[in-house]
């Protein structure tokens, strides 16, 4: 028997005729392997017979979108399989394709210019990336014969939107505001340049107080976007104001009067508080690990280091922040010796 279920789900053919592999879909929710089987039987007997021709076929859009959807959940971060989820949710609600042959090189290059007039240029790159993948993901596991779009290019020049951070005054200006509950909390961001998940689920068991360091880890119910651990080194500053934070039963230092993981509010309390502050700008806890980073190179930090700090896959996400250190830049030029 030759039939398979992927992720758990649903039936595929497998088998050949005249030396071409064919591995498709079993229509109709069949979940009785017997009955699957039966069917490939019955296709490769008139496949045979010639009664039905072998044809390219021209899967349902949706259909590899929901496989991709899985095989990402099982293989990915949260984090990851979230971004894949939003992408190519974003994708098909705008183009309205429900096959495969609408996606073409055209037809990409139609919903960049389209796309382009909603969002910025780094995330209609991010989404055309997300697509790419996933159909190359297809052809690996040979639901589809090729990528249609494998050749298509990102959108190339700088960024329309610059990294907004905060400077010295507006984040001295937002930690006065700030109540005794979320201090601790916005200044451990401002401080390691943690993600909002990674804070969330920050445990005592994290911080070592004679070291002065913090660790971020992979952990059961949250993997670290890399699947690699970091560390963070703290000031005394830091270190006094975690110390300050009266200990629970919780294993997690951030947590609420009901002794449960401190998830929510944090956005809402922190806009609200930069607002009381007179602060302008859209201050997002993400800003928060924007400056973390931007002052540090603005401070002569070597973005290798920044890299590690942040815990960076790759360098280039952090040269976003190169621009910010213009004197670090030319001490590098003036160690050429001739």
Known sequence: MTVRKRY???????FRVHGKRIVRK???GISNKDIAQQYENDLKLKMLKGEIGITHDDPDLAELVQEYL?????NKAPASFYRDEVALRNFRTITGYNKLSEVTPRSLEKYKQTRLKMVSKRTVNLEITMLKAMLNKMVELEVIPKNPIKNVKKIRGPESKTLEFLTNEEIAAILKELTPTYYPVIYTFLKTGLRKSELVYLEWGDIDFDKKQLRVVNKVAHPTKSYKPRYIPMDNKLVEVLRSIKKAKSPYVFITARETMRKNNLITNLKR???KAGIKKNVTIHMLRHTYASHLVMAGVDLATVKALLGH??????????HLAPDHLRQAANKLSF
């Not at 896959?313 to 190169?322: L, Q, V």
């Open 313 to 322: 896959a790759d360098i280039h996400t952090t040269m976003r922040y190169a």
């Open 70 to 74: 899985q095989f990402s959940e099982t």
């Open 273 to 275: 508080t930069a607002k």
């Open 8 to 14: 758990g789900k649903y039936y595929y053919t497998d």
């Open 26 to 28: 079993i229509p109709g």
